[in-house]
Structure formats: structure tokens, C-alpha cells
């Protein structure tokens, strides 16, 4: 892959800035070869070349993160930082911006328990195995919330504000004060860890004046260096049942249900609804289900239910906590789920001391990767791209959306996986869409049938809460208030913070007054 330089920046800047990052992590922790620039890409992108990086740098401390900073600021070098790059579906490791370098921060794995107050402080190279292998080893009874795929970072998950399944699923929700270097090289720590050495940085989120924690997430305002995170004490027992509904529209009661207790705080985990497709992708190819080509049939759908005695829909619920209080939740629970006729309930047990299924791992905060085996849907270079607008918890207005969805689906001939995830409030609907990088044809429809489903929620007032770097802009556009005041807000921010423009451009759709040509259309 040929190198591509940012604007404005020359081979002869780029090299200067290269020795001079060398000077600082040494010459083994810098990355510009071709091979280099391959490992950066993002594998699941219609077109990867729009997001090349020119290469990587990898500190291994604040301080090195500091010395990277102000030497990109001095020679107008454009940096992505990531924590372990792994953010498959939104852009993996690769820059919103071709030709910037990546900050890759993987090398820095520092773990700090705090076992009286149940968190950790974190550094951003420590993945979600990392953090469960220190708890197994130092035994200590503490639960992470983990992601459909936890190869990733725990920073990183929670920055982009990725979910998991427990009722610490809101990861970004869980964060407790940064540790972050400005872009001008500062170096600040928020919430109560702006006072120097006080013993509350982990315990109270908001410290004094305006709390800045959320203006770090899925934002190009700082590099954040250091995290606290709270931690779920490992609970006496975990009771629950995974539930089939057969027909589609069961969506709008199963949804009306589980809001109304979600809301009231019986069911205190994040539950998602996922569709018929969710086993089928993982455990087998689409050609051993059919040889045509466009959405798969309702004969298709009917047989691949069978196969695996699912739903139209299916979810697993789970309370956490004392044997008493779940056991009684439970019964409230079952007799909700009961009036409204599943065509099965599953009941699951879990007690402290007992063996996990590994495949259950999800509810017990154990990482996986197994989820990723649906890119092999098609059996050759596949890839996912989300398309997850934020919907209120209602059962109607979510029918209404998957109707609107499954049609665009059967239109552009993609098979329809779609999930709908609880928030405390509001329902996430993450839609994957598993792309066949193998089929031009296919990949060509990809583009604009992800443009026409954000339009689509658009008209609804639906926005997305995480998108990929190709829709950055897009997704911001959406979101138009005002003539667009909350971006106008981001970047006025964003210039002054940041004058040289070097942090992340486009992350999120804002640009910095050095880089606004850049911005997609
Ligand atoms: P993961 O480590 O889970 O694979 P990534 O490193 O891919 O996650 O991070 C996801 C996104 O979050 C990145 O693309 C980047 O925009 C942002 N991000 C990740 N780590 C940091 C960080 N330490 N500081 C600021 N932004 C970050």
C-alpha cells in the first residue's frame, strides 16, 4: 500500500516528524512500512484506502504521550490515538483522516485495583482479557461488563461507548475521572483528581465546576492516558431466562414489558433483543442455507429457526444480586414475561461457585470473541458496518422502525441482523450489516443503503448514538438544531483547544478550522 501524506504535510516533514517521534519511543515502537500501514487499515471498509494511515507511533507513559503530542503540534501532523485499535465495525485502528499517524497506546498496560471501592484505574492498552486475567489471578470478586467482541480495550469500549449485557453494561456511564494529555501537550486530570493526591479521584464523578468525563468520549478534545472505572461486585447469584417470541410483531409487547421493569429497576441489566439470525451467522455459511442471491426467503428464515429453536426474536433476561431479592424478582419477572405469551421461556440459574458456560460468558463478564465468526457469513473477506439509531423505549415506535428497516433490507437484497438494546431510558437499535468484501456487485450497495437507513431515522428524529468513520459527517449533519449549534459548540471547543488542528480531525464529524475542507459530504 503506497503512503499517503496528509494535507498540507510534505515526505520531508513527515520524515522529520517520524525521527523526531523515534527520539522519544525509540525506533522498534514506530511504524511506517508498508506492512505497517496494512496492519492500521480497516479490513471491513467498503473502501479502505479513504482511511489510510501513513503509519503508527506506540509510547509507552503519559510522558511519551506528551512528547508525541506537541511534536505533531509543531509539525501540523494529524494523530488518531487509539487504545487497542480493535474497533470493528466503526473503523478498527484506522484514522478518520488518510495520511494521519495513529497513536497506538497498546503497549501501555498499567492496572491499579482499588479493591475497597471496587474500581480500577486503567491504562488504555489493557484489554478486557488483560483486566479479567488480573481479577482470576489476584482472585478478586469483581465483574466487568464486556462487549459482543472483547478483543478490544476497556478504555477504548468505553470512550466510544460500547455496551455489554450486565448492569455495569454502560460502560462509559461507569468511567470516574481521567487522566488526559491536551492537545497542546497539558496534561489534566478530571473530576476530584484535580486536586493532586486526592484519595476521592475514583469515587466522585463530578468534582467542582463543570465535570468534563463525557467531553473525552467519542470526542477529538484530549487523549485520555488514565481511567478509573467502577467494577460490579461478583453477586451471589445471577437468575434469569432467555425468551423466544415467534412472530415479528411480538418485538412491540417484548419491548413495552421489559421497559416498563427496566424503568422501574427490577431488571437492572442492559437486556438486548436480537433477531432469528444470530446463531445461523456464527455457527454456519450462508451457502449452506441457500444459493440465491438477496435477502434470504421466509422458507430460509423458517428453516434456519428450526435448526436452532429460536424466535422471530429472542432475549436473555438476568437479575443480579442477593439469592433472595432475585429469587423474588424472578417470579415478578416470569409472570410478566408469561402475559404476554412467548412461544418459550428458558430458565437460567447461576449461583456463586457454580461452573459458567463459556458461550453464556456475556452475562458473567467473561470475554469472547466468538461473535466476530459471523464475518464468515459468506464464507470468504467478510466485515460488518453498524447502523444503530437511538429509539425511545416504546414497542410501537420500535415495530414501526423495524418495519421501516426490513424493508430497506429486502430492498438493497442484505440479510436483516438486527438487535435492540435497553438503556435505561431508551433502546439502542444496533442493525450489523455482514458485507462480502468477495462480491463487487454487493459491496457497491453497501454506501448507499446505509446513507438511505440514516435518512430514513432521520426523518423520525432518530440519530445514531456510534457510526463508522465513513458516515462521521453524516451522522453529525443529523444532528442540526439551530443550524447545527451543537457542532458549531464542538468546534469552537475544538479550535481552542486544539489551534493546530492535530487531534483526530473528523472524529465525529469535527474538524478544526486547519483541516474544515476535509469534512464529507
Ligand atoms: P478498542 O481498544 O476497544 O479496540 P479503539 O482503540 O479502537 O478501541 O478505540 C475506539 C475509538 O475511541 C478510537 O477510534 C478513538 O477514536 C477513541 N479512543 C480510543 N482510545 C482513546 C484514548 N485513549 N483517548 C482518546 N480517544 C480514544
Same mark, same amino acid.
Given at each position: 500500500?503506497?503512503?499517503?501524506?496528509?494535507?498540507?504535510?510534505?515526505?520531508?516533514?513527515?520524515?522529520?516528524?517520524?525521527?523526531?517521534?523515534?527520539?522519544?519511543v525509540g525506533a522498534d515502537n514506530v511504524f511506517a512500512t508498508a506492512e505497517d500501514r496494512d496492519t492500521y487499515a480497516d479490513k471491513f471498509a467498503i473502501d479502505e484506502t479513504k482511511h489510510h494511515?501513513?503509519?503508527?507511533?506506540?509510547?509507552?507513559?503519559?510522558?511519551?504521550?506528551?512528547?508525541?503530542?506537541?511534536?505533531?503540534?509543531?509539525?501540523?501532523?494529524?494523530?488518531?490515538?487509539?487504545?487497542?485499535?480493535?474497533?470493528?465495525?466503526?473503523?478498527?485502528?484506522?484514522?478518520? %483522516?488518510?495520511?494521519?499517524?495513529? @497513536?497506538?497506546?497498546?503497549?501501555? &498496560? /498499567?492496572?491499579? %485495583?482499588?479493591?475497597?471501592?471496587?474500581?480500577? +484505574?486503567?491504562?488504555?492498552?489493557?484489554?478486557?482479557?488483560?483486566?479479567?486475567?488480573? @481479577?482470576?489471578?489476584?482472585?478478586?470478586?469483581?465483574?466487568?461488563?464486556?462487549?459482543?467482541?472483547?478483543?478490544?480495550?476497556?478504555?477504548? $469500549?468505553?470512550?466510544? *461507548?460500547?455496551?455489554?449485557?450486565?448492569?455495569?453494561?454502560?460502560?462509559?456511564? /461507569?468511567?470516574?475521572?481521567?487522566?488526559?494529555?491536551?492537545?497542546?501537550?497539558?496534561?489534566?486530570?478530571?473530576?476530584?483528581?484535580?486536586?493532586?493526591?486526592?484519595?476521592? #479521584? &475514583?469515587?466522585? *464523578?463530578?468534582?467542582?465546576?463543570?465535570? =468534563?468525563?463525557?467531553?473525552?468520549?467519542?470526542?477529538?478534545?484530549?487523549?485520555?492516558?488514565?481511567?478509573?472505572?467502577?467494577?460490579?461486585?461478583?453477586?451471589?447469584?445471577?437468575?434469569?431466562?432467555?425468551?423466544?417470541?415467534?412472530?415479528?410483531?411480538?418485538?412491540?409487547?417484548?419491548?413495552?414489558?421489559?421497559?416498563? %421493569?427496566?424503568?422501574?429497576?427490577?431488571?437492572?441489566?442492559?437486556?438486548?433483543?436480537?433477531? =432469528?439470525?444470530?446463531?445461523?451467522?456464527? +455457527?454456519?455459511?450462508?451457502?449452506? #442455507?441457500?444459493?440465491?442471491?438477496?435477502?434470504?426467503?421466509?422458507?430460509?428464515?423458517? &428453516?434456519?429457526?428450526? &435448526?436452532?429453536?429460536?424466535?422471530?426474536?429472542?432475549?436473555?433476561?438476568?437479575?443480579?444480586?442477593?439469592?433472595?431479592?432475585?429469587?423474588?424478582?424472578?417470579?415478578?419477572?416470569?409472570?410478566?414475561?408469561?402475559?404476554?405469551?412467548?412461544?418459550?421461556?428458558?430458565?437460567?440459574? =447461576?449461583?456463586?461457585?457454580?461452573?459458567?458456560?463459556?458461550?453464556?460468558?456475556? =452475562?458473567?463478564?467473561?470475554?469472547?470473541?466468538?461473535?466476530?465468526?459471523?464475518?464468515?457469513?459468506?464464507?470468504?473477506?467478510?466485515?460488518?458496518?453498524?447502523?444503530?439509531?437511538? %429509539?425511545?423505549?416504546?414497542?410501537?415506535?420500535?415495530?414501526?422502525?423495524?418495519?421501516?428497516?426490513?424493508?430497506?433490507?429486502?430492498?438493497?437484497?442484505?440479510?436483516?441482523?438486527?438487535?435492540?438494546?435497553?438503556?435505561? *431510558?431508551?433502546?439502542?437499535?444496533?442493525?450489523?450489516?455482514?458485507?462480502?468484501?468477495?462480491?463487487?456487485?454487493?459491496?457497491?450497495?453497501?454506501?448507499?443503503?446505509?446513507?438511505?437507513?440514516?435518512?430514513?431515522?432521520?426523518?423520525?428524529?432518530?440519530?445514531?448514538?456510534?457510526?463508522?468513520?465513513?458516515?462521521?459527517?453524516?451522522?453529525?449533519?443529523?444532528?442540526?438544531?439551530?443550524?447545527?449549534?451543537?457542532?458549531?459548540? $464542538?468546534?469552537?471547543?475544538?479550535?481552542?483547544?486544539?489551534?493546530?488542528?492535530?487531534?483526530?480531525?473528523?472524529?465525529?464529524?469535527?474538524?478544526?478550522?486547519?483541516?474544515?475542507?476535509?469534512?464529507?459530504?
Amino acid at each position: 500500500m503506497d503512503p499517503v501524506l496528509p494535507p498540507g504535510v510534505t515526505a520531508a516533514g513527515m520524515d522529520r516528524a517520524l525521527k523526531a517521534f523515534a527520539r522519544v519511543v525509540g525506533a522498534d515502537n514506530v511504524f511506517a512500512t508498508a506492512e505497517d500501514r496494512d496492519t492500521y487499515a480497516d479490513k471491513f471498509a467498503i473502501d479502505e484506502t479513504k482511511h489510510h494511515a501513513y503509519g503508527a507511533v506506540a509510547p509507552i507513559s503519559t510522558e511519551e504521550v506528551r512528547a508525541i503530542v506537541k511534536i505533531a503540534a509543531e509539525n501540523r501532523i494529524p494523530i488518531w490515538p487509539i487504545s487497542r485499535g480493535k474497533n470493528f465495525g466503526y473503523g478498527q485502528a484506522a484514522p478518520e %483522516l488518510a495520511g494521519s499517524i495513529v @497513536l497506538d497506546m497498546s503497549r501501555m &498496560k /498499567k492496572i491499579e %485495583l482499588d479493591l475497597d471501592s471496587g474500581s480500577v +484505574l486503567l491504562e488504555p492498552g489493557v484489554g478486557f482479557y488483560d483486566l479479567y486475567d488480573y @481479577l482470576q489471578a489476584h482472585k478478586v470478586p469483581l465483574w466487568l461488563s464486556v462487549p459482543g467482541n472483547s478483543w478490544g480495550s476497556v478504555i477504548g $469500549n468505553a470512550l466510544d *461507548r460500547g455496551l455489554g449485557y450486565t448492569p455495569y453494561g454502560e460502560n462509559t456511564s /461507569k468511567l470516574c475521572g481521567l487522566e488526559v494529555v491536551l492537545p497542546d501537550g497539558d496534561l489534566v486530570r478530571t473530576g476530584m483528581g484535580a486536586m493532586a493526591n486526592s484519595p476521592t #479521584w &475514583k469515587l466522585y *464523578r463530578y468534582g467542582f465546576g463543570p465535570a =468534563w468525563d463525557q467531553m473525552f468520549a467519542q470526542s477529538n478534545f484530549g487523549i485520555v492516558t488514565k481511567a478509573n472505572l467502577w467494577l460490579m461486585p461478583e453477586p451471589e447469584q445471577v437468575r434469569g431466562m432467555d425468551v423466544e417470541m415467534d412472530l415479528p410483531e411480538d418485538l412491540g409487547p417484548l419491548i413495552d414489558t421489559i421497559g416498563a %421493569l427496566r424503568r422501574e429497576g427490577l431488571l437492572q441489566q442492559s437486556p438486548t433483543i436480537g433477531n =432469528w439470525f444470530r446463531a445461523a451467522n456464527i +455457527l454456519t455459511t450462508r451457502s449452506q #442455507w441457500t444459493d440465491q442471491p438477496g435477502s434470504l426467503s421466509d422458507d430460509v428464515i423458517a &428453516k434456519i429457526r428450526k &435448526k436452532f429453536g429460536l424466535g422471530w426474536w429472542g432475549v436473555s433476561l438476568r437479575l443480579y444480586g442477593r439469592e433472595s431479592v432475585t429469587n423474588a424478582a424472578y417470579t415478578i419477572l416470569e409472570q410478566a414475561l408469561q402475559a404476554i405469551k412467548p412461544m418459550a421461556i428458558k430458565p437460567q440459574l =447461576w449461583r456463586r461457585g457454580d461452573a459458567m458456560i463459556p458461550s453464556q460468558g456475556g =452475562w458473567y463478564g467473561i470475554p469472547m470473541t466468538f461473535p466476530m465468526q459471523n464475518i464468515n457469513w459468506f464464507g470468504g473477506r467478510g466485515g460488518h458496518i453498524g447502523f444503530s439509531p437511538i %429509539l425511545p423505549q416504546s414497542g410501537k415506535l420500535a415495530v414501526e422502525q423495524f418495519h421501516r428497516t426490513y424493508a430497506r433490507y429486502k430492498e438493497f437484497g442484505m440479510d436483516y441482523q438486527a438487535s435492540f438494546a435497553f438503556g435505561e *431510558r431508551h433502546l439502542i437499535n444496533v442493525n450489523a450489516l455482514l458485507v462480502n468484501k468477495d462480491d463487487p456487485a454487493f459491496m457497491k450497495r453497501v454506501d448507499p443503503f446505509l446513507r438511505t437507513l440514516i435518512a430514513d431515522a432521520r426523518k423520525q428524529g432518530y440519530g445514531e448514538y456510534r457510526t463508522h468513520l465513513d458516515y462521521m459527517d453524516t451522522v453529525a449533519e443529523t444532528y442540526d438544531f439551530n443550524n447545527h449549534a451543537l457542532r458549531r459548540l $464542538n468546534e469552537k471547543v475544538k479550535n481552542a483547544l486544539d489551534p493546530a488542528g492535530i487531534l483526530a480531525p473528523g472524529k465525529s464529524g469535527i474538524w478544526p478550522a486547519a483541516y474544515a475542507k476535509e469534512r464529507r459530504s
